[in-house]
């Protein structure tokens, strides 16, 4: 009897199984929901479609302020989509669900590959595709789930590297993952740590076989000169806004306001991982009395923290902790929403989602404290990196680096939760692992339960986005159609953006250095309210090309003037199912008298 060969698990794990394929089925599947259809960009990514339609059209690369990412790889595959499709920004947004179903199949096998079994590979890999960063951002032309498929692939590649039977083996898939960073890599500076930290951790593990060190440090000298060379040639491209790594002194104020948004990130990676925190709960149960004092404890900790935060007027800080962008008070993608929206969700509710986060958290603590002595039978595959150091030498100095590339930014700009993705993805391996070696081969229901309820808030919060946005775009058309000039017109971000951009062929960012006076200063226009409620709109600044005369909004407003447009509805999943844009022309502020539309 051979044991491998009788006993599935102990066969090298394949990246096409039925789990892998189910979860990217799924994947799918949500998305369809989903229905991202809309003729205007998502968050950023307006932009970035601007610039493989551009390819498209000229083939060449051409940027339009904005965007730091250098785009590469992703702007000829947005603009092989527009060629079969039609040039159109639905057609570019398709062009990531491909690449985004790679990123979770390769995440799955990873996970495989590092011991997991099937159960949790499958919980894992969903808690990542499901959540409530990573199927938005699926759905749009981002760079972020670009940039992770690229990094998770050089995980893989090395994952192969280290399992292969013979050195020349491992040659060829060391050399593999560097060379398919380098080139995925352009999608997002920030990919590139795969051939600079990656790989070369790879090569340590495996320094004792022939040729391997050479090999090593061939590729990274390779890898340095092609990223400072790709780097340069980016910052020389008119109308790039690149960042520079710490672009200032850094003070008191800064290190507190970076302290502040290392809180956010560390909440809102515990948020992104709740169903995997959810386990602690399962893990706890029966819980034995030391636990539940440590943990009522907390609770009451909690509590007077937030009695503390209320009676000094800062409740805020609690009401919405995290970072937002993806996942902001106003819903999936919605920050900053249209003018006039102010749905979010109630103050209580926050508060509710803070302490289950944390709670979750405290709990997983205590179920790992209690599990540390403990250990199941574990069998290890043939062909898997099971060991914990092995893991961490291959991981932990990646993680590491992108952790401090983001301290600076901190700092000076704002972290947003997108840049969590490669933080959560990794962090999940180790929470995993050490549930399926320390507490259970299975998932607890809890956990299922909760990765459920995630899973249908994600899916139907992103469809009502993207119904919101055909709305808008309906509504605009009428507007045009009336003979109103797109230049007076102000929508959502990613609409006004656009109108920019096609009035003056770029954004009027000051970042921009290249060509030198393309950047105009212009001011907002001074902030005044009516009613209470702030009418001044704080990115005009980037649009000068912007004349309002007509405002989409979301909800009536004191700030606007009825019109004899109609409002425009449309149909939400989540409460309330019947929403509707309307369209009014902004008032001037008090002091002002009205101009005749």
């Keep these: 009897m051979n044991p491998v060969r009788d006993n599935p698990d102990l066969h090298s794990p394949r990246l096409l199984t039925k789990s892998s394929l189910r979860c990217v ?30 390819f498209l059209r000229t083939g060449h690369f051409i940027f339009h302020g904005w965007a730091s990412p250098m785009l590469g790889w992703q702007a000829m595959w947005g603009a092989l989509f527009a060629k079969l499709f039609g040039a159109t920004f639905t057609a570019v947004r398709l ?28 919980f894992g890999t969903l808690t990542v595709a499901l959540g409530p960063v990573f199927l938005p951002l699926s759905a749009s032309f981002m760079t972020d789930v670009p940039a992770l498929f690229a990094i998770l692939l050089c995980i893989y590649l090395c994952q192969l590297a280290i399992a292969a039977p013979t050195y020349l083996n491992s040659l060829l898939w060391l050399t593999a993952a560097a060379l398919s960073n380098l080139a995925l890599g352009t999608v997002r500076q920030i990919a590139w740590l795969g051939v600079l930290l990656i790989v070369p951790s790879c090569v340590w593990l495996l320094r004792r076989r022939r040729y391997v060190p050479q090999l090593g440090v061939l590729l990274w000298v390779l890898g340095v000169l092609c990223v400072v060379l790709m780097t340069r040639w980016f910052a020389r491209q008119p109308f790039t806004a690149p960042e520079h790594l710490i672009p200032g002194t850094p003070d008191l104020h800064i290190l507190a306001f970076a302290a502040g948004q290392i809180v956010s990130a560390a909440l809102t990676t515990l948020l992104l ?21 440590r943990v009522m404890l907390f609770l009451c900790a909690l509590v007077a923290l937030l009695a503390v935060f209320h009676h ?137 339960a909760i990765l459920l309820l995630v899973s249908i808030l ?21 507007l045009q159609a ?72 979301a909800d009536p407003s004191p700030c606007l003037a009825p019109t004899r447009f109609a409002p425009q509805p449309y149909r939400t999943w989540l409460p309330p199912a019947r929403r509707e844009l309307v369209v009014g022309v902004p008032l001037p502020p008090p002091d002002k008298p009205a101009t005749s539309q």
């Excluded at 089925?25 to 989903?34: A, D, G, P, R, T």
């Excluded at 925190?277 to 819980?287: F, N, Q, T, V």
């Excluded at 932990?396 to 959560?424: K, T």
Aim: charged share 15%; proline share 8%.
């Design 273 to 293: 991982a709740l169903p995997v925190l959810a386990i602690g709960w399962s893990s706890l149960w029966p819980i034995r009395r030391p636990a539940l004092i």
């Design 482 to 553: 009336a003979g109103i000039p797109r230049t007076e017109i102000r929508g959502g971000f990613a609409y006004d953006f656009t109108t920019q951009s096609n009035a003056w062929g770029y954004v009027n960012d000051p970042r921009i250095l290249n060509p030198p006076g393309a950047y105009h200063f212009h001011p907002d226009p001074t902030p005044y309210k009516i009613d209470g409620v702030y009418c001044d709109y704080p990115l005009l600044r980037y649009l000068p090309a912007l004349h309002i005369r007509y405002v989409i909004s």
């Design 95 to 122: 062009s990531t669900v491909p690449v985004a179903a790679s990123a979770v199949l390769l995440y799955h096998g990873i996970l495989r590959r590092f011991g997991l079994n099937s159960a949790h590979a499958t």
């Design 25 to 54: 089925l799924l994947f799918l599947l949500s998305l369809l929901l989903v229905h991202p259809v809309a003729e205007v960009g998502v968050n950023d990514d307006w932009v970035y479609t601007l610039t493989a339609l551009d």
């Design 312 to 448: 000094q007027g800062k409740a805020h800080v609690i009401q919405f902790p995290w970072l937002g962008n993806t996942l902001g008070a106003h819903g999936i993608l919605q920050d900053p929403p249209l003018f006039g929206s102010t749905r979010t969700l109630p103050p209580a509710g926050q508060t509710i989602l803070f302490l289950l986060v944390t709670l979750s958290a405290f709990a997983s603590l205590e179920a790992f404290n209690l599990s540390r002595n403990r250990s199941l039978p574990f069998q290890r595959t043939l062909q898997q990196v099971t060991s914990w150091s092995e893991l961490s030498i291959l991981l932990l100095p990646f993680l590491a680096a992108y952790c401090l590339l983001l301290l600076p930014r901190a700092g000076f700009f704002v972290l947003f939760d997108r840049y969590l993705l490669e933080i959560v993805a990794v962090l999940l391996i180790y929470a995993l692992l050490w549930h399926q070696q320390r507490i259970s081969p299975r998932i607890p229901l809890l956990a299922a």
């Design 458 to 478: 994600t899916i139907a919060s992103t469809h009502d986005l993207f119904s919101m946005y055909r709305a808008e775009v309906r509504l605009a058309d009428e």
